[in-house]
């Protein structure tokens, strides 16, 4: 079978035609240029697409991984040689259905290719199903590792026997693990634990009848022994009861005693209060409250005049302070001024000899002037000029004159500005300011004290007024019913006793009350006045209280012992007959041996499987290991000559002179995808009757470009008798093959 054309409206293919050639064809496109889509395409055309599968998480179905950007449906049309006819395969929507719709006819006709369907195209244009072309003539995803599956295992093994083989061991093995877990799965789940449960279910159900059985015994003695209990409970409550009507009269005969004896002390304190009449309560509760005003003026006559003392003292203190011989006769306020018209006189003065040292400087120079002339004058004198000499010496005597009259008001300015501050002590205006002010405050202090003497003064002598006239009312008060009381411990005596007796009355007579409530309570109980003393009655060993604890105990106790004794009899009449149960069990216990012997028998299959397998595995595919490995070999340069392959397909190579196999997990990841790559074209020269095109997307990037022209060469050899598609985004691959005869480039 040959692909002729390929036309694809499929992920990013838009109506795109793709014509390889008949051998080996080398497909050149860039990242994101449709070269997977490509492949994905082939396979979907083949063998459908699954409208099952679903999205997951990194994972997309392709369904709608290739659903056009376009948003066209999803269709396409691939024409192959087919046992020498040309057909054309097309498959399109049928509804919501990707890919649903499909036809296969004679290309040029109408005329459908007998046979072939949706479901069955991929298997027959190809020979194997979607599992085997997957792990040999396609590699549409880059990766070329191997994993095993029934139908490539079940090909495999036919070549180490006949050639033909319908189950595979993996599949053998399946069937019977299916057998195993039916019957017993992690001990938990199949028949064998079904049938345990429901025979322990039935043995358990037994042994809770006998247990039940026990328990009703137990329950009924219970009930039983709580009756007479209860019985006997009752007539201890009836002995207190009896006890207790007796108590009763006897207290209503000691109530109507004491009544008795209050109405005899009522009358007897209302005929002592006719004879002195009394004050209502009020007025006796207010005159005990000035009484107590008087103890209270009392306390704050003795503080006030000890503060008085203190103050008076206080007050002496302060003017003997403030007493200064500098300022004798004068007020703080006077003092003040006084200073302050000596502060100006004083400052006067300071201001003219001011002005007199003035004038100090000129005099001097007119002494000066003067002494000059006097001289010249004396000179002139001697040269016979008597004018200027009298001049010369009137001018000295001027000046003369003035400086002693300027030194004599000065001498009499200080005299008379130090008159005015030594009578005080001080030097300066401001001494004597500070002295003056310190004298006020003093003064102010003296008064001050003065004037608190004398407030406190008048407080006292207010609240001993106050005391006098409280005094005499309330002994004017007192005298109405007590005319004996002359001072205060009197008033306070007569003011008790009348009160005293005023409560008295009152006590006695809620006392008489009380007593009368009490007799009319007890015969509302049924309190009736013995008819004389008698018997005593013997007390029960319990007290009321805990007869009836006791009582309402075995009340409850009888209530849950008869409870559950109804429920067990309940019960054993749900669970059925105890016969049919044990006629049960013994039929679960028949199946339970049957089918744990069923088990032994397929776990000894399992294990003569296991180790049939094991042999097999010994010789497994000598065919496929040889095939793979020359075409190891050959990839290779002769560096790796054997190839061998474990059931699971896990690959092993040897080099030339090696004594031990190497696993594919030590090898490079070029040398790795050369060994997958050797072992299915191995498996598409072995296992693929129909030889069906092979798909290679982007398989040699990882060889070097020495293994990289010996892959290419291969793949050309084996082109002749198997249509090969080789994709790539790199530019090695047309530069090897760019002399190759019969190989067809293509650029996407």
Same mark, same amino acid.
């Given at each position: 079978?040959?692909?002729?054309?390929?036309?694809?409206?499929?992920?990013?293919?838009?109506?795109?035609? $793709?014509?390889?050639?008949?051998?080996?064809?080398?497909?050149?496109?860039?990242?994101?240029?449709?070269?997977?889509?490509?492949?994905?395409?082939?396979?979907?055309?083949?063998?459908?697409?699954?409208?099952?599968?679903?999205?997951?998480?990194?994972?997309?179905?392709?369904?709608?991984?290739?659903?056009?950007? *376009?948003?066209?449906?999803?269709?396409?049309?691939?024409?192959?040689?087919?046992?020498?006819?040309?057909?054309?395969?097309?498959?399109?929507?049928?509804?919501?259905?990707?890919?649903?719709?499909?036809?296969?006819?004679?290309?040029?006709?109408?005329?459908?290719?007998?046979?072939?369907?949706?479901?069955?195209?991929?298997?027959?244009?190809?020979?194997?199903?979607?599992?085997?072309?997957?792990?040999?003539?396609?590699?549409?995803?880059?990766?070329?590792? $191997?994993?095993?599956?029934?139908?490539?295992?079940?090909?495999?093994?036919?070549?180490?026997?006949?050639?033909?083989?319908?189950?595979?061991?993996?599949?053998?093995?399946?069937?019977?693990?299916?057998?195993?877990?039916?019957?017993?799965?992690?001990?938990?789940?199949?028949?064998?634990?079904?049938?345990?449960?429901?025979?322990?279910?039935?043995?358990?159900?037994?042994?809770?009848?006998?247990?039940?059985?026990?328990?009703?015994?137990?329950?009924?003695?219970?009930?039983?022994?709580? $009756?007479?209990?209860?019985?006997?409970?009752?007539?201890?409550?009836?002995?207190?009861?009896?006890?207790?009507?007796?108590?009763?009269?006897?207290?209503?005969?000691?109530?109507?005693?004491?009544?008795?004896?209050?109405?005899?002390?009522?009358?007897?304190?209302?005929?002592?209060?006719?004879?002195?009449?009394?004050?209502?309560?009020?007025?006796?509760?207010?005159?005990?409250?000035?009484?107590?005003?008087?103890?209270?003026?009392?306390?704050?006559?003795?503080?006030?005049?000890?503060?008085?003392?203190?103050?008076?003292?206080?007050?002496?203190?302060?003017?003997?302070?403030?007493?200064?011989?500098?300022?004798?006769?004068?007020?703080?306020?006077?003092?003040?001024?006084?200073?302050?018209?000596?502060?100006?006189?004083?400052?006067?003065?300071?201001?003219?000899?001011?002005?007199?040292?003035?004038?100090?400087?000129?005099?001097?120079?007119?002494?000066?002037?003067?002494?000059?002339?006097?001289?010249?004058?004396?000179?002139?004198?001697?040269?016979?000029?008597?004018?200027?000499?009298?001049?010369?010496?009137?001018?000295?005597?001027?000046?003369?004159?003035?400086?002693?009259?300027?030194?004599?008001?000065?001498?009499?300015?200080?005299?008379?500005?130090?008159?005015?501050?030594?009578?005080?002590?001080?030097?300066?205006?401001?001494?004597?300011?500070?002295?003056?002010?310190?004298?006020?405050?003093?003064?102010?202090?003296?008064?001050?004290?003065?004037?608190?003497?004398?407030?406190?003064?008048?407080?006292?002598?207010?609240?001993?007024?106050?005391?006098?006239?409280?005094?005499?009312?309330?002994?004017?008060?007192?005298?109405?019913?007590?005319?004996?009381?002359?001072?205060?411990?009197?008033?306070?005596?007569?003011?008790?006793?009348?009160?005293?007796?005023?409560?008295?009355?009152?006590?006695?007579?809620?006392?008489?009350?009380?007593?009368?409530?009490?007799?009319?309570?007890?015969?509302?109980?049924?309190?009736?006045?013995?008819?004389?003393?008698?018997?005593?009655?013997?007390?029960?060993?319990?007290?009321?209280?805990?007869?009836?604890?006791?009582?309402?105990?075995?009340?409850?106790?009888?209530?849950?012992?008869?409870?559950?004794?109804?429920?067990?009899?309940?019960?054993?009449?749900?669970?059925?007959?105890?016969?049919?149960?044990?006629?049960?069990?013994?039929?679960?216990?028949?199946?339970?041996?049957?089918?744990?012997?069923?088990?032994?028998?397929? *776990?000894?299959?399992?294990?003569?499987?296991?180790?049939?397998?094991?042999?097999?595995?010994?010789?497994?595919?000598?065919?496929?290991?040889?095939?793979?490995?020359?075409?190891?070999?050959?990839?290779?340069?002769?560096?790796?000559?054997?190839?061998?392959?474990?059931?699971?397909?896990?690959?092993?190579?040897?080099?030339?002179?090696?004594?031990?196999?190497?696993?594919?997990?030590?090898?490079?990841?070029?040398?790795?995808?050369?060994?997958?790559?050797?072992?299915?074209?191995?498996?598409?020269?072995?296992?693929?009757?129909?030889?069906?095109?092979?798909?290679?997307?982007?398989?040699?990037?990882?060889?070097?470009?020495?293994?990289?022209?010996?892959?290419?060469?291969?793949?050309?050899?084996?082109?002749?008798?198997?249509?090969?598609?080789?994709?790539?985004?790199?530019?090695?691959?047309?530069?090897?093959?760019?002399?190759?005869?019969?190989?067809?480039?293509?650029?996407?």
């Amino acid at each position: 079978m040959k692909i002729k054309s390929m036309t694809a409206t499929f992920g990013g293919l838009e109506r795109a035609r $793709l014509e390889p050639g008949p051998g080996l064809t080398l497909i050149h496109a860039p990242n994101e240029g449709g070269k997977s889509t490509w492949a994905a395409f082939w396979r979907a055309m083949l063998y459908g697409i699954d409208t099952r599968d679903r999205d997951k998480k990194g994972y997309l179905a392709d369904k709608n991984r290739y659903q056009p950007w *376009s948003g066209a449906p999803m269709e396409g049309e691939v024409v192959l040689d087919y046992e020498g006819r040309d057909i054309t395969i097309r498959r399109g929507p049928r509804g919501n259905t990707p890919f649903g719709a499909f036809s296969a006819v004679f290309t040029g006709t109408q005329e459908p290719v007998p046979g072939l369907t949706a479901s069955n195209c991929g298997e027959l244009l190809t020979g194997v199903g979607a599992e085997v072309f997957t792990r040999s003539a396609f590699l549409g995803d880059g990766n070329l590792s $191997l994993t095993t599956a029934p139908e490539l295992e079940r090909r495999i093994a036919a070549l180490v026997t006949s050639g033909e083989e319908d189950v595979s061991f993996s599949q053998a093995m399946d069937r019977l693990r299916e057998w195993k877990n039916r019957r017993q799965v992690n001990k938990s789940v199949g028949e064998i634990p079904r049938l345990e449960g429901e025979l322990d279910q039935v043995r358990e159900l037994l042994d809770q009848m006998e247990d039940i059985r026990a328990q009703a015994v137990r329950l009924e003695g219970e009930e039983a022994g709580l $009756l007479r209990e209860r019985e006997r409970l009752a007539q201890l409550a009836e002995a207190h009861r009896a006890i207790a009507r007796k108590r009763l009269s006897d207290r209503y005969a000691q109530a109507e005693l004491d009544y008795q004896g209050a109405q005899r002390q009522l009358a007897a304190l209302e005929e002592e209060r006719a004879v002195h009449p009394i004050p209502s309560r009020e007025d006796l509760k207010r005159a005990q409250g000035e009484l107590q005003y008087i103890k209270v003026l009392d306390e704050e006559l003795r503080q006030g005049e000890s503060a008085l003392k203190e103050a008076e003292e206080s007050a002496a203190k302060a003017k003997e302070e403030a007493e200064d011989q500098r300022f004798a006769g004068l007020s703080g306020e006077d003092a003040v001024d006084k200073a302050a018209e000596l502060s100006a006189a004083v400052q006067a003065n300071v201001e003219k000899l001011g002005k007199l040292k003035g004038r100090t400087l000129p005099l001097s120079m007119l002494l000066l002037l003067a002494a000059a002339l006097l001289g010249g004058g004396a000179y002139l004198a001697t040269r016979n000029i008597p004018l200027s000499a009298a001049l010369a010496a009137g001018v000295c005597a001027v000046a003369v004159l003035s400086a002693v009259f300027t030194r004599v008001s000065g001498k009499n300015l200080q005299k008379q500005t130090d008159g005015l501050l030594s009578p005080y002590g001080v030097q300066t205006p401001e001494e004597l300011t500070a002295l003056a002010r310190n004298y006020r405050e003093r003064c102010q202090s003296a008064d001050k004290a003065v004037h608190e003497a004398e407030v406190i003064r008048n407080a006292v002598a207010e609240r001993h007024s106050r005391r006098d006239a409280t005094k005499a009312e309330l002994l004017d008060f007192v005298h109405e019913f007590a005319p004996e009381a002359t001072d205060l411990f009197g008033c306070s005596a007569a003011l008790s006793r009348a009160l005293n007796l005023d409560h008295d009355l009152s006590l006695a007579q809620e006392r008489a009350e009380e007593r009368r409530r009490r007799m009319d309570d007890l015969a509302a109980q049924g309190a009736k006045r013995p008819k004389g003393e008698g018997p005593e009655l013997p007390a029960p060993e319990m007290s009321p209280q805990e007869i009836d604890q006791a009582l309402a105990l075995t009340a409850d106790q009888l209530g849950q012992a008869s409870a559950q004794l109804n429920q067990v009899r309940g019960t054993l009449q749900a669970m059925g007959d105890p016969a049919a149960l044990a006629a049960s069990r013994e039929e679960l216990e028949e199946k339970l041996a049957r089918k744990r012997q069923e088990l032994d028998a397929v *776990s000894l299959a399992m294990d003569a499987m296991a180790q049939a397998n094991a042999r097999l595995q010994e010789r497994f595919s000598p065919e496929l290991n040889r095939l793979a490995g020359e075409y190891m070999a050959r990839l290779t340069g002769d560096k790796y000559s054997s190839v061998s392959l474990t059931r699971e397909l896990e690959g092993f190579v040897q080099t030339g002179g090696g004594v031990l196999p190497r696993s594919a997990l030590y090898l490079s990841r070029g040398t790795a995808d050369q060994l997958y790559l050797a072992v299915r074209l191995a498996v598409c020269r072995l296992c693929l009757p129909e030889k069906p095109p092979i798909f290679l997307d982007d398989a040699l990037s990882a060889f070097d470009d020495e293994r990289l022209v010996l892959a290419l060469e291969l793949l050309w050899e084996l082109s002749g008798e198997q249509q090969t598609l080789l994709f790539t985004c790199q530019k090695r691959e047309g530069e090897a093959l760019a002399n190759t005869p019969g190989a067809v480039k293509i650029e996407l």
